[in-house]
């Protein structure tokens, strides 16, 4: 972390990328590099029919794997010294493993670096490794152990009653857990997209036609050749591009994850309210402070800087997304400058899923607050009354409870009276009588079934 650092990524909020710095950071970008055209090498030498590259020995091949498990930050340093000089940031990734391998056994096959590739053939896929680790090594078990904790305080409060609110007025009351239920069961949907994503990569040259490669092996499979190294990568192979991936699995990955953020600005926002209204309190953390001059202020922080975050992502995320499959011909570098930023937006997804954390673990239901607002909305039971009268037969029976309780104070003595002055059958009036608002929640309790434990 630097006091001078201009994104707030790098300086206020350093501590929390642990994990993400490793996947999207310049260092990040240079070691995937460095890996893809390692691997690269090392595949060329069990190609038959490439005699020019012979079969490593077993030392050799960790010879050239330990160039990537030991890179750290001198070994980037090292590759931007050289980019000094060639002013092209792949060219000197070429030239820093040429570097490590003079005077080794491999001095014989240094040329075969880089062999037939254009930059792009190691850049997109670096950029493909970089956010399938990302996603599936940093944000997704946040992402899976915050929805894990949203579901516990549902299934806690399952039963616990609670007014709702439609149009921010009095509505048909439901319980606590099943309103949170609903952004886990949105949540458990998009995680299940994430599972279904693919991470593609392509690897055939300056114009995607293998032209470089036939010239020198025209008799070799080279779409073969280029599919399983993909696929050993543990990406899915594109077959067919220009110069450069397409970028659509990117667009894919990013609106999903804008649809995940979208579900946690809801929640955020809905929490926000919950607490305003005093369904919530919050934990006091000793040292807090709430206002630097109302003592009494604990506020709800951790949401609104969540809901912050959360709205700088969806506007990179959006960006890159519209952006990245769009390119000029076979190619043009807009995609280079704007890729740079994927790890942004998802770095304040990130954040937000950790703010969003920290706040829910300072929740507390106020069993109260709960109960006081029930108490004082009798008028919701307009809805049940006037529901068993329609079954009963009785003429107009909305327009008599929306005569009764609109814009009027109703009280439990109120709504009994009316009860007992009705013709109905007896379980049915029985039933009405001993309903309250509180006990009025349908079988919002057993909803919670379709969320996955």
């Not at 519209?322 to 790890?343: E, F, V």
């Not at 990130?350 to 703010?355: E, I």
Request: proline fraction near 3%.
């Amino acid at each position: 972390m630097t006091i001078k650092a201009i994104s707030p990524l790098d300086g206020r909020y350093a501590e929390q990328m642990n994990g993400l710095n490793e996947c999207f950071s310049e260092w990040a970008l240079l070691k995937f590099r460095v890996h893809v055209e390692i691997e690269w090498l090392i595949k060329m030498s069990q190609i038959t029919g490439l005699d020019e590259v012979r079969v490593f020995t077993e030392a050799e091949v960790s010879r050239l794997r330990e160039i990537t498990a030991t890179f750290d930050e001198e070994s980037s340093a090292r590759i931007k010294e050289i980019e000094r000089t060639t002013k092209h940031d792949v060219k000197a990734v070429e030239y820093y493993i040429k570097e490590q391998l003079k005077d080794s056994s491999l001095t014989d096959v240094l040329e075969f670096v880089h062999f037939a590739c254009t930059s792009e053939d190691i850049n997109n896929l670096s950029h493909a490794l970089m956010l399938k680790t990302a996603i599936h090594e940093v944000w997704l078990p946040l992402a899976e152990k915050f929805v894990n904790a949203v579901g516990d305080l549902a299934q806690n409060t399952q039963h616990v009653s609670m007014l709702a609110r439609t149009h921010g007025q009095t509505a048909s009351p439901t319980t606590v857990g099943k309103e949170i239920a609903v952004f886990v069961y949105r949540w458990q949907r998009q995680l299940r997209q994430f599972s279904q994503l693919e991470y593609l990569g392509k690897f055939n040259g300056a114009v995607g036609n293998f032209n470089a490669h036939t010239s020198a092996y025209p008799h070799l499979d080279w779409e073969e050749i280029a599919r399983t190294f993909v696929e050993g990568l543990g990406l899915t192979y594109n077959p067919l591009t220009t110069q450069i991936e397409s970028h659509d699995y990117m667009a894919e990955c990013f609106h999903a994850m804008m649809r995940f953020n979208n579900i946690l600005l809801d929640f955020d926002r809905d929490i926000w309210q919950y607490i305003s209204l005093g369904y919530f309190k919050q934990r006091v953390v000793a040292g807090e402070v709430g206002s630097s001059t109302m003592p009494h202020k604990v506020n709800p922080i951790n949401f609104e800087n969540s809901e912050a975050n959360l709205g700088i992502s969806n506007a990179m995320l959006d960006h890159l997304a519209n952006k990245l499959p769009i390119s000029r011909l076979q190619r043009d570098l807009t995609d280079s400058s704007a890729i740079r930023n994927m790890g942004v937006g998802v770095a304040h997804s990130f954040l937000a899923l950790q703010s969003a954390q920290r706040g829910l673990s300072q929740l507390m239901i106020n069993p109260q607050a709960l109960e006081a607002d029930l108490n004082h909305a009798w008028e919701v039971l307009a809805e049940p009354i006037q529901t068993v009268m329609r079954k009963a037969g009785h003429d107009n029976p909305y327009e008599k409870l929306k005569e009764l309780t609109r814009g009027a104070a109703m009280t439990e003595a109120t709504m009994r009276t009316f009860v007992e002055s009705l013709e109905l059958e007896a379980a049915d009036k029985q039933r009405l009588l001993e309903m309250t608002p509180a006990s009025y929640i349908g079988i919002a309790p057993q909803l919670l079934k379709h969320i996955q434990k």
